[in-house]
């Protein structure tokens, strides 16, 4: 029996997790931690060692009890639907499990047969979609790490799943393997899914994600579109021509509001508001220096998340 769709469920919202906790002993690796994740969406999930990441994957996976909180999954509680939701997610969170000494397909079709009710053309279908297809004849044992990894997705894939949880999807890959899964990854959610990805990789989650969640502790500390969190702050930048630079640094450094001026890769780095850039001008224009630029600071999601995270690791 299909169960019903909560009459929660907002909209596209595909995961949702309420005052989710877990206390390992007195240590809490997870602290009511309120995630939301939709359709469509890559959503990234960052954090340094030990910050709780794979703990609450594990609570996503019912693999690890909560001990305090709610996680709703397609508009249905976890605790109560666990197989309805399970079935409908496709989760890679270590190197999956494949016989060494049979294809690719062959791989996927004992996968097949073991899940029940997928059509022989759906293994074509994955494989496609993994590029993996022409190699699918091939020894598993026979396969690069990235074409491991790809036929991982594929074996995803098979149940069509509307969730996927992958956890460092590109570790070990060499660039063109992790540039190919960097490619699928958003091409994936937007055949109407959602992707959770787990990575220490910050670049990746940059490229990859539309929003990020970065935990500390067990605790967020942040949770908004990469977009909005790469230009939050309060910083401008401004380029004058090299003999202007210490002149002009001085003319902003006496400005009440500013706070700091620095000159970084031939820019002056204005901790000002953002929306102010009409004032620097004219601040500048009055000594008669001209910026030929004046624009927000686009931060790295590595500056935001040292800030952040106070300089802490994040392998
Ligand atoms: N089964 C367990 N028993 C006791 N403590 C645990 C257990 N699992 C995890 N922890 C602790 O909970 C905290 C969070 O660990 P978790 O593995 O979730 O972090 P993580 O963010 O995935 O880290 P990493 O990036 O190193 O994998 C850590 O302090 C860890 O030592």
């Not at 595909?14 to 359709?39: C, D, H, M, P, Q």
């Not at 929306?275 to 910026?291: M, P």
Request: proline residues 5%.
């Amino acid at each position: 029996m299909t169960p019903e769709i909560s009459p929660h469920l907002n909209g596209d919202v595909i995961l949702r997790t309420s005052g989710l906790t877990k206390y390992f002993g007195t240590l809490a690796a997870v602290k009511n931690l309120n995630l939301e994740l939709r359709k469509g969406e890559v959503f990234g999930f960052l954090g340094p060692n030990g910050a709780g990441k794979s703990t609450t994957v594990g609570m996503l996976l019912n693999l690890i009890a909560p001990t305090a909180g709610e996680i709703e999954i397609f508009g249905l509680k976890l605790e109560e639907h666990r197989w309805p939701i399970l079935r409908r997610i496709g989760a890679i969170i270590e190197e999956p499990a494949f016989y060494p000494y049979l294809s690719g397909w062959d791989n996927l079709e004992a996968l097949s047969k073991s899940i029940g009710d997928v059509p022989l053309t759906k293994i074509k279908e994955v494989l496609e979609r993994v590029n993996l297809f022409d190699r699918s004849r091939d020894r598993y044992q026979t396969y690069s790490m990235g074409m491991k990894q790809r036929l991982g997705i594929a074996a995803a894939l098979l149940r069509d799943p509307e969730l996927i949880i992958l956890d460092e999807p590109t570790n070990g890959l060499d660039p063109a393997g992790t540039k190919e899964i960097r490619d699928l990854i958003p091409e994936l959610a937007h055949e109407n899914r959602a992707v959770f990805l787990c990575s220490h990789l910050l670049h990746e989650v940059e490229l990859v994600c539309d929003r990020v969640a970065i935990i500390k502790k067990g605790n967020m500390i942040a949770n908004a579109q990469v977009r909005e969190l790469l230009t939050t702050g309060q910083v401008l930048q401004v380029r004058v021509v090299d003999s202007d630079i210490t002149a002009a640094s001085d003319v902003l450094k006496n400005l009440p509001w500013i706070h700091s001026v620095k000159s970084e890769n031939g820019y002056l780095v204005v901790d000002a508001p953002k929306e102010s850039g009409a004032q620097v001008n004219k601040a500048l224009a009055e000594k008669n220096i001209f910026a030929s630029e004046i624009v927000p600071h686009v931060a790295s999601l590595e500056d935001i998340f040292l800030e952040l995270t106070g300089g802490e690791s994040h392998d």
